[in-house]
């Protein structure tokens, strides 16, 4: 995966926040707690991806921060989500 085929947009947006959470909730933490943390990155990554349209300046850098975030989770949070929620491929 390289930065010019990476798409920032509310999708890919959604997809990280799941993946964020996903990798805070392997480390343990549940309940209330796991859902102010949700709350707290969704909003914090909604604010990035805004400052980004408000000031087009600063849009490389939001996806470079963004493709980091992406690239992080993908070995974590997201592989975590996927294998989690999709059913296991049964042997014949």
């Known amino acids: ?35 102010f943390v949700s709350m707290g990155v969704g909003i914090l990554l909604a604010i990035i991806f805004q400052t980004g349209q408000l000031f087009p300046v600063a849009n490389p850098y939001i996806q470079i921060i963004f493709f980091g975030v992406a690239a992080g989770l993908s070995a974590s949070g997201v592989y975590s989500f996927i294998n989690n929620r999709l059913p296991s491929k049964k042997e014949e």
């Open 1 to 35: 995966m390289d930065l010019t085929d990476f798409v920032l947009n509310p999708a890919t947006l959604m997809i990280l926040i799941f993946g964020t959470v996903e990798f805070v909730k392997s480390l343990g933490l549940d309940g209330n707690k796991l859902r």
